[in-house]
């Protein structure tokens, strides 16, 4: 669908790091069994390893992240998703399963830049200095559930719900502010 | 304000990403049962100075529900459990004995 | 007079100069001058007026606790009332106003009531302003308003920014002091994650004023090499201007740091509030000095002695040429050595204790300074200004024995640990008679998540009052002069008779004097927590920090009991004033709170819709044209979605996906009908009670596939439902197959309303949208127009209707491409009241009005929709209860104006006599009333005590004022009752 608009249509700010909404991205919630033979061979098949607790591994085709004890999160293209859950939908038919395409419903950001750890401080009670790269954290964003990641060097990924995409915008916009800076460095123990 | 730990995903974290849901381990009373049972169920509910089981669902997390075993007096947090039980478990009773030898667990 | 000395001044940085104003008059600081230090710099001794009685106040402290010296800083939007001088650093342009007097600080009417204070006792409002009645509200209540009151009301928004943070670590030591200093690095040694926060700007505490040796070092070089290992320690985060202002459950701390308030009008936050959770915390709070209880110990140039040596140290303030020092304690004589020092004059030390012969005594004595004693201060002369002392003895009743001039008082009744953090939580006292003091119990610390000690307690917080006492806490080695005893002293003299007890000040800021609270311990108040509230003593901006100890004491005193019988008051966070700017921080205008938007958002924005708040979305309640009403505005929606075609933005709709083998089963225990015998394709109406019976949410179900159901809620319900769902499932049925999906937002869902519905999604082709290919409460998917479409034959308004489910990120696309094709149609927009009037017109109820929490299906005549043949739902069991089954519950009917008029919101049916209370007796109320443009008149919904059996009857219901508004008794379908429209 060409016409086709992500929450933010892809808005940026430049603030003493950058955040921006990161367009279009397929994600699927799938919810199963996660030891689930049949499950593990059907992302293997995409190429995605199981997830442990808490991770998000990053495979050719996007990312897997666990998100509870019976559910994950699978990232990937958005002109893909949708197929995507059709594919793995069939693989799953004999097991208990629900795989629901939700790339509509969400909204991703991209926070980056060395002082990224600092917007995150403002916002969320969770530890951000303690979450290792490779782990999700599901916490609470001002207001909003939020949960983020380790992208990439000096890069936090964050994804809420597509309506309060603007909220959460708002947030990381005034929280990034030049000269609100938490540190002169990027985290108080760096 | 409380910390608590999802025994679900694992996460400690504060009180503000969970919701409170109330006493544990209430047995459901349908359309077959009895006043009282049905009254006990829907309305009676305990109020210790002390040892408590209660519901949390970490809701801004995974959205999991668990139960905490917590002193209501001094706040402590004996533990966590996963919600599908119908009674705390056995060692969970025994540190809390431990710690609070004059505390009787009730039926 | 106070002035500034032409060298030294730790602080302060005399190359550059800082311009500030005090009641508009210029006058001069320093960069590392505090607004106090700057004013005493510039001569400024006395700062404003008491709260009470109006008498002239001066600086008393050079910290927190300063009780008199507040002001207004700032201007129009940027004043701030009550700003503490002590603690406010000094910055260039900063306006200061004295408070509490008219019309000028020197000359004040309001001073007035300084000769009436034996009129003016602690409880005059309350026996005062007792009758009559009608006089509280018209004539005592404005003047206290009037009169009461510290600084004034910035009457304009602030215009500045806050924010929150939050930090983690292991431990957090509060308190830059060397306790701190010391306690930081033995932890962050030991590899600790560990936050050292002070709430001054400088670190070493009192120790670089009073001196001293550390582990070897002279004390300031000790600091200055423990700081820069701590700065050198991944692991440790140091911060000042950082007040730690509350401990809290579980290791949580709030503080508060000041980033911008020097900088007023930068791009900045003023404000940054930390949320702190630390696994341990440790207090090096300190102590703060007692002030002593004698007449006129709160004219201006009476101060703390270790304030006159701060001011002197610190920032090279000469506070008077002559000091006299009042003590019973020594550590009082290092005010008279930094005096000595500066060049300064000392003309008497007047100590309360018999004799003196500690080794700061003997020093101050070798220099030739007069040691008065087993004296006292009888009183205090002069009155904007001190002008000298009167001496008498201690144990006496206040003769004077000689006078002595001078214009600075400085005294010392003995010092208190800060114990606010360890007490927040629940850390209890010890009394500490050698000291007189509280200080905490080691025995009875706040208790953390684990159950063990969570706060700990170290240096003067702790009771070490001196340096070697301190140190040897922190297992250092360390020299200070040793100190003799101190005698506690509540009132000086000891016999003072009422004359000077009436001068006798305990809490300056809210003028409460020995008298006061004397008199309410013979008026019966023996909690020291009513005297508190009876006397206001420690209820002011500076929660007793000065007053506290002192007015316990007397209290003690007066009831004839030892001082930790009468105990302490509760010590309630924050240990400082904090802005309320900072609590709100970013959640304030457009962030005030999320608002959701659905994906067409935009395009009701740009038609300047009108909004009407549901949860958290904002949805279009009508979309007024230029010059239309909303009123007018929602009458043509309706009439044009009746005869022609509408679109409503219904995303806000809740989409819940349920699937699984035990799906059906688990569907019937949560809706009141059956949903497992729902064939695939078909959609079905469903409602959902909680556990009481009550009806609780309603909506849709689609079934989807064999073993998944779509099930629609109401706007306000989507999460609420899908974590109802979640408990269930988690909880109670935990072995049932069944796993959920809340999908609401994934989808942009439009409903295409009115007889030409079916023209226009004709029109976008690639869907055979017939009767027959989807007739009514069935649903389809596939490819409409080019947008993936699931499209629902469901109608809320009684019209043929359709409501089309795309990707969200399709929304607005379909939603103007129904706007472009439907041009000639007359395709229009509706908003949320057009939706609600006309399903009121078709009887249907809505969650929330006709439902309140306490109404059943039942209620509602859906006995249709509650299946008799399941043997259990959620709310059946409830729903057998005697009061649910009273025929005499008020059931759901039609209403029609007999003057076609509109029934007030809210308005009841009054039934004959009145209940036990008196009240009226009432026999229905409306649930929903609108002007039907349909019909031509108002139309409710109500229920009424056996309505359904009076059909056609008329009543009576509430109008505007005492009017009374009469309506028939009818079916609540007003509109198309066989359903012929919806179903073409």
């Given at each position: 669908?060409?016409?086709?608009?992500?929450?933010?249509?892809?808005?940026?700010?430049?603030?003493?790091?950058?955040?921006?909404?990161?367009?279009?991205?397929?994600?699927?919630?799938?919810?199963?069994?996660?030891?689930?033979?049949?499950?593990?061979?059907?992302?293997?098949?995409?190429?995605?390893?199981?997830?442990?607790?808490?991770?998000?591994?990053?495979?050719?085709?996007?990312?897997?992240?666990?998100?509870?004890?019976?559910?994950?999160?699978?990232?990937?293209?958005?002109?893909?998703?949708?197929?995507?859950?059709?594919?793995?939908?069939?693989?799953?038919?004999?097991?208990?399963?629900?795989?629901?395409?939700?790339?509509?419903?969400?909204?991703?950001?991209?926070?980056?830049?060395?002082?990224?750890?600092?917007?995150?401080?403002?916002?969320?009670?969770?530890?951000?200095?303690?979450?290792?790269?490779?782990?999700?954290?599901?916490?609470?964003?001002?207001?909003?559930?939020?949960?983020?990641?380790?992208?990439?060097?000096?890069?936090?990924?964050?994804?809420?719900?597509?309506?309060?995409?603007?909220?959460?915008?708002?947030?990381?916009?005034?929280?990034?502010?030049?000269?609100?800076?938490?540190?002169?460095?990027?985290?108080?123990?760096? | 304000?409380?910390?608590?730990?999802?025994?679900?995903?694992?996460?400690?974290?504060?009180?503000?990403?969970?919701?409170?849901?109330?006493?544990?381990?209430?047995?459901?009373?349908?359309?077959?049962?009895?006043?009282?049972?049905?009254?006990?169920?829907?309305?009676?509910?305990?109020?210790?100075?002390?040892?408590?089981?209660?519901?949390?669902?970490?809701?801004?997390?995974?959205?999991?529900?668990?139960?905490?075993?917590?002193?209501?007096?001094?706040?402590?947090?004996?533990?966590?459990?996963?919600?599908?039980?119908?009674?705390?478990?056995?060692?969970?009773?025994?540190?809390?004995?431990?710690?609070?030898?004059?505390?009787?667990?009730?039926? | 007079?106070?002035?500034?000395?032409?060298?030294?001044?730790?602080?302060?940085?005399?190359?550059?100069?800082?311009?500030?104003?005090?009641?508009?008059?210029?006058?001069?600081?320093?960069?590392?001058?505090?607004?106090?230090?700057?004013?005493?710099?510039?001569?400024?001794?006395?700062?404003?007026?008491?709260?009470?009685?109006?008498?002239?106040?001066?600086?008393?402290?050079?910290?927190?606790?300063?009780?008199?010296?507040?002001?207004?800083?700032?201007?129009?939007?940027?004043?701030?009332?009550?700003?503490?001088?002590?603690?406010?650093?000094?910055?260039?342009?900063?306006?200061?106003?004295?408070?509490?007097?008219?019309?000028?600080?020197?000359?004040?009417?309001?001073?007035?009531?300084?000769?009436?204070?034996?009129?003016?006792?602690?409880?005059?409002?309350?026996?005062?302003?007792?009758?009559?009645?009608?006089?509280?509200?018209?004539?005592?209540?404005?003047?206290?308003?009037?009169?009461?009151?510290?600084?004034?009301?910035?009457?304009?928004?602030?215009?500045?920014?806050?924010?929150?943070?939050?930090?983690?670590?292991?431990?957090?030591?509060?308190?830059?002091?060397?306790?701190?200093?010391?306690?930081?690095?033995?932890?962050?040694?030991?590899?600790?994650?560990?936050?050292?926060?002070?709430?001054?700007?400088?670190?070493?505490g009192r120790t670089p004023v009073d001196g001293g040796q550390i582990d070897g070092f002279e004390a300031c070089d000790w600091i200055k090499t423990t700081l820069q290992e701590l700065e050198s320690m991944e692991n440790v985060t140091l911060r000042t201007r950082l007040m730690a202002a509350g401990?809290?459950?579980?290791?949580?701390?709030?503080?508060?740091?000041?980033?911008?308030?020097?900088?007023?009008?930068?791009?900045?936050?003023?404000?940054?509030?930390?949320?702190?959770?630390?696994?341990?915390?440790?207090?090096?709070?300190?102590?703060?000095?007692?002030?002593?209880?004698?007449?006129?110990?709160?004219?201006?140039?009476?101060?703390?002695?270790?304030?006159?040596?701060?001011?002197?140290?610190?920032?090279?303030?000469?506070?008077?040429?002559?000091?006299?020092?009042?003590?019973?304690?020594?550590?009082?004589?290092?005010?008279?050595?930094?005096?000595?020092?500066?060049?300064?004059?000392?003309?008497?030390?007047?100590?309360?204790?018999?004799?003196?012969?500690?080794?700061?005594?003997?020093?101050?004595?070798?220099?030739?300074?007069?040691?008065?004693?087993?004296?006292?201060?009888?009183?205090?002369?002069?009155?904007?200004?001190?002008?000298?002392?009167?001496?008498?003895?201690?144990?006496?009743?206040?003769?004077?024995?000689?006078?002595?001039?001078?214009?600075?008082?400085?005294?010392?009744?003995?010092?208190?640990?800060?114990?606010?953090?360890?007490?927040?939580?629940?850390?209890?006292?010890?009394?500490?008679?050698?000291?007189?003091?509280?200080?905490?119990?080691?025995?009875?610390?706040?208790?953390?998540?684990?159950?063990?000690?969570?706060?700990?307690?170290?240096?003067?917080?702790?009771?070490?009052?001196?340096?070697?006492?301190?140190?040897?806490?922190?297992?250092?080695?360390?020299?200070?002069?040793?100190?003799?005893?101190?005698?506690?002293?509540?009132?000086?003299?000891?016999?003072?008779?009422?004359?000077?007890?009436?001068?006798?000040?305990?809490?300056?800021?809210?003028?409460?004097?020995?008298?006061?609270?004397?008199?309410?311990?013979?008026?019966?108040?023996?909690?020291?927590?009513?005297?508190?509230?009876?006397?206001?003593?420690?209820?002011?901006?500076?929660?007793?920090?000065?007053?506290?100890?002192?007015?316990?004491?007397?209290?003690?005193?007066?009831?004839?009991?030892?001082?930790?019988?009468?105990?302490?008051?509760?010590?309630?966070?924050?240990?400082?004033?904090?802005?309320?700017?900072?609590?709100?921080?970013?959640?304030?205008?457009?962030?005030?709170?999320?608002?959701?938007?659905?994906?067409?958002?935009?395009?009701?924005?740009?038609?300047?819709?009108?909004?009407?708040?549901?949860?958290?979305?904002?949805?279009?309640?009508?979309?007024?044209?230029?010059?239309?009403?909303?009123?007018?505005?929602?009458?043509?929606?309706?009439?044009?979605?009746?005869?022609?075609?509408?679109?409503?933005?219904?995303?806000?709709?809740?989409?819940?996906?349920?699937?699984?083998?035990?799906?059906?089963?688990?569907?019937?225990?949560?809706?009141?009908?059956?949903?497992?015998?729902?064939?695939?394709?078909?959609?079905?109406?469903?409602?959902?009670?909680?556990?009481?019976?009550?009806?609780?949410?309603?909506?849709?179900?689609?079934?989807?596939?064999?073993?998944?159901?779509?099930?629609?809620?109401?706007?306000?319900?989507?999460?609420?439902?899908?974590?109802?769902?979640?408990?269930?499932?988690?909880?109670?049925?935990?072995?049932?197959?069944?796993?959920?999906?809340?999908?609401?937002?994934?989808?942009?869902?439009?409903?295409?309303?009115?007889?030409?519905?079916?023209?226009?999604?004709?029109?976008?082709?690639?869907?055979?949208?017939?009767?027959?290919?989807?007739?009514?409460?069935?649903?389809?998917?596939?490819?409409?127009?080019?947008?993936?479409?699931?499209?629902?034959?469901?109608?809320?308004?009684?019209?043929?209707?359709?409501?089309?489910?795309?990707?969200?990120?399709?929304?607005?696309?379909?939603?103007?491409?129904?706007?472009?094709?439907?041009?000639?149609?007359?395709?229009?927009?509706?908003?949320?009241?057009?939706?609600?009037?006309?399903?009121?017109?078709?009887?249907?109820?809505?969650?929330?009005?006709?439902?309140?929490?306490?109404?059943?299906?039942?209620?509602?005549?859906?006995?249709?929709?509650?299946?008799?043949?399941?043997?259990?739902?959620?709310?059946?069991?409830?729903?057998?209860?005697?009061?649910?089954?009273?025929?005499?519950?008020?059931?759901?009917?039609?209403?029609?104006?007999?003057?076609?008029?509109?029934?007030?919101?809210?308005?009841?049916?009054?039934?004959?006599?009145?209940?036990?209370?008196?009240?009226?007796?009432?026999?229905?109320?409306?649930?929903?009333?609108?002007?039907?443009?349909?019909?031509?008149?108002?139309?409710?919904?109500?229920?009424?005590?056996?309505?359904?059996?009076?059909?056609?009857?008329?009543?009576?219901?509430?109008?505007?004022?005492?009017?009374?508004?009469?309506?028939?008794?009818?079916?609540?379908?007003?509109?198309?009752?066989?359903?012929?429209?919806?179903?073409?």
């Amino acid at each position: 669908m060409s016409d086709a608009v992500s929450a933010l249509q892809g808005a940026t700010h430049e603030g003493f790091v950058t955040v921006a909404e990161a367009g279009l991205v397929g994600m699927l919630s799938i919810r199963c069994d996660l030891t689930s033979k049949t499950l593990l061979k059907a992302l293997k098949a995409h190429g995605f390893p199981k997830p442990e607790p808490r991770q998000i591994v990053e495979a050719e085709s996007g990312a897997l992240a666990w998100m509870s004890p019976d559910e994950l999160l699978l990232i990937c293209d958005h002109a893909q998703a949708a197929q995507l859950a059709r594919t793995l939908s069939e693989a799953l038919e004999k097991t208990h399963a629900l795989i629901g395409n939700v790339s509509d419903a969400r909204a991703l950001f991209r926070i980056q830049g060395a002082k990224s750890d600092q917007v995150i401080m403002k916002l969320c009670p969770a530890d951000i200095a303690a979450l290792p790269t490779g782990e999700m954290r599901r916490t609470r964003l001002a207001q909003v559930p939020a949960a983020f990641w380790r992208s990439g060097p000096n890069e936090i990924s964050l994804i809420c719900f597509r309506s309060v995409a603007s909220y959460v915008m708002g947030l990381l916009e005034i929280s990034a502010r030049p000269g609100s800076e938490l540190f002169e460095t990027a985290s108080p123990s760096s | 304000m409380l910390t608590l730990t999802c025994p679900c995903c694992g996460i400690t974290a504060e009180e503000t990403e969970f919701a409170p849901g109330g006493e544990a381990h209430l047995k459901r009373f349908g359309p077959d049962s009895s006043d009282a049972d049905f009254e006990g169920y829907l309305f009676a509910r305990k109020n210790p100075k002390g040892v408590h089981f209660e519901r949390w669902r970490h809701a801004y997390g995974c959205g999991k529900w668990f139960l905490a075993a917590r002193c209501t007096a001094t706040l402590e947090v004996f533990g966590t459990y996963a919600a599908q039980t119908h009674k705390p478990p056995a060692d969970l009773i025994k540190k809390i004995k431990a710690k609070r030898p004059e505390w009787e667990p009730q039926a | 007079m106070s002035t500034r000395l032409s060298k030294g001044g730790r602080l302060i940085d005399r190359a550059k100069r800082l311009n500030f104003t005090f009641n508009g008059k210029p006058m001069q600081g320093y960069e590392g001058d505090t607004l106090a230090s700057a004013l005493l710099g510039a001569g400024q001794v006395m700062v404003g007026r008491s709260f009470k009685y109006h008498r002239p106040r001066g600086i008393m402290a050079s910290g927190v606790e300063e009780p008199n010296a507040l002001v207004g800083l700032g201007r129009n939007a940027r004043f701030e009332p009550d700003q503490r001088t002590t603690t406010t650093e000094l910055f260039e342009g900063a306006e200061t106003r004295s408070q509490n007097h008219w019309p000028s600080l020197e000359f004040d009417v309001g001073e007035i009531n300084d000769a009436f204070y034996k009129f003016l006792p602690a409880g005059f409002y309350y026996k005062t302003f007792m009758a009559p009645q009608a006089a509280w509200k018209h004539l005592f209540e404005p003047i206290i308003r009037k009169s009461a009151g510290l600084g004034g009301v910035p009457k304009e928004a602030d215009p500045d920014r806050y924010e929150q943070a939050y930090a983690h670590c292991d431990v957090l030591v509060v308190g830059g002091g060397v306790a701190g200093l010391a306690a930081a690095l033995r932890e962050g040694r030991a590899g600790k994650r560990v936050w050292l926060v002070e709430q001054s700007a400088y670190w070493g505490g009192r120790t670089p004023v009073d001196g001293g040796q550390i582990d070897g070092f002279e004390a300031c070089d000790w600091i200055k090499t423990t700081l820069q290992e701590l700065e050198s320690m991944e692991n440790v985060t140091l911060r000042t201007r950082l007040m730690a202002a509350g401990q809290y459950d579980h290791g949580y701390v709030i503080g508060l740091e000041s980033v911008g308030d020097t900088r007023p009008g930068a791009d900045l936050p003023r404000h940054r509030l930390w949320r702190i959770r630390a696994g341990r915390t440790i207090t090096a709070t300190g102590a703060i000095e007692r002030p002593l209880a004698f007449a006129g110990n709160d004219v201006p140039g009476v101060m703390l002695a270790s304030a006159v040596r701060d001011y002197v140290a610190n920032w090279a303030v000469s506070p008077g040429d002559r000091t006299v020092i009042v003590t019973n304690n020594d550590d009082a004589y290092r005010t008279a050595l930094a005096l000595l020092d500066a060049g300064l004059s000392v003309p008497a030390i007047v100590d309360a204790r018999e004799t003196s012969h500690g080794a700061l005594p003997q020093e101050v004595k070798a220099r030739g300074v007069r040691v008065l004693e087993g004296r006292a201060v009888a009183k205090v002369l002069g009155r904007q200004q001190v002008s000298g002392v009167e001496i008498c003895t201690q144990a006496g009743e206040g003769g004077a024995i000689e006078t002595i001039d001078c214009d600075c008082v400085a005294m010392s009744g003995g010092w208190s640990p800060v114990v606010h953090l360890w007490s927040h939580c629940g850390g209890k006292l010890i009394w500490d008679a050698g000291q007189a003091m509280f200080r905490p119990d080691p025995e009875r610390p706040p208790l953390g998540a684990d159950g063990t000690a969570m706060v700990q307690v170290v240096g003067a917080a702790n009771g070490d009052l001196t340096l070697a006492a301190v140190m040897g806490g922190a297992g250092l080695g360390a020299c200070s002069s040793d100190e003799a005893a101190m005698m506690p002293v509540w009132q000086m003299p000891a016999g003072a008779p009422p004359a000077l007890r009436f001068k006798s000040f305990l809490d300056f800021q809210n003028d409460v004097k020995v008298s006061d609270v004397q008199l309410a311990a013979r008026e019966g108040y023996e909690s020291v927590e009513h005297t508190k509230r009876y006397t206001t003593l420690g209820m002011a901006t500076d929660q007793g920090k000065l007053s506290n100890i002192n007015g316990l004491a007397v209290l003690s005193d007066a009831l004839g009991q030892p001082i930790p019988a009468t105990g302490t008051t509760t010590f309630r966070p924050p240990y400082t004033p904090i802005s309320l700017g900072a609590i709100t921080a970013e959640a304030k205008g457009p962030l005030f709170q999320p608002l959701r938007r659905t994906p067409m958002q935009s395009w009701h924005e740009a038609r300047h819709a009108h909004w009407e708040p549901v949860g958290q979305w904002r949805r279009p309640y009508c979309y007024p044209k230029a010059g239309e009403s909303h009123r007018e505005a929602v009458n043509r929606e309706i009439t044009n979605t009746r005869s022609n075609v509408g679109l409503l933005d219904a995303s806000t709709l809740g989409k819940i996906v349920v699937k699984g083998p035990d799906a059906g089963r688990f569907l019937d225990m949560l809706y009141t009908n059956m949903m497992s015998t729902l064939p695939v394709g078909k959609c079905r109406y469903g409602l959902m009670c909680n556990e009481n019976g009550f009806l609780m949410d309603d909506g849709v179900v689609a079934r989807l596939s064999d073993d998944s159901w779509l099930c629609h809620t109401t706007s306000g319900g989507a999460d609420r439902i899908h974590s109802w769902m979640e408990d269930w499932l988690q909880c109670e049925w935990w072995d049932w197959k069944v796993y959920t999906a809340n999908l609401t937002e994934q989808f942009a869902q439009i409903a295409v309303v009115g007889p030409k519905a079916r023209q226009l999604l004709e029109r976008l082709g690639g869907m055979d949208l017939s009767k027959e290919a989807l007739p009514f409460m069935q649903w389809l998917e596939g490819r409409l127009g080019g947008f993936d479409a699931r499209i629902f034959r469901i109608s809320f308004s009684g019209e043929l209707s359709y409501e089309i489910a795309v990707p969200a990120s399709q929304g607005l696309a379909l939603w103007e491409k129904l706007v472009a094709e439907g041009k000639d149609l007359g395709v229009m927009p509706y908003g949320t009241e057009a939706l609600h009037v006309m399903r009121a017109e078709k009887g249907f109820i809505m969650i929330g009005d006709e439902t309140d929490g306490t109404v059943i299906p039942q209620d509602l005549g859906l006995n249709w929709a509650i299946s008799k043949k399941k043997s259990d739902y959620l709310g059946k069991r409830a729903q057998q209860r005697p009061h649910m089954t009273d025929p005499n519950r008020w059931k759901l009917v039609g209403l029609e104006t007999l003057d076609g008029s509109v029934i007030p919101d809210g308005s009841h049916a009054p039934a004959d006599g009145y209940n036990a209370n008196g009240q009226r007796n009432t026999q229905g109320r409306v649930t929903s009333t609108y002007y039907s443009p349909t019909i031509g008149k108002g139309i409710a919904m109500g229920l009424v005590l056996h309505g359904p059996d009076r059909m056609g009857e008329v009543i009576e219901f509430t109008g505007e004022g005492d009017a009374m508004v009469k309506a028939r008794i009818t079916d609540p379908v007003f509109y198309d009752k066989d359903g012929e429209k919806q179903n073409v």
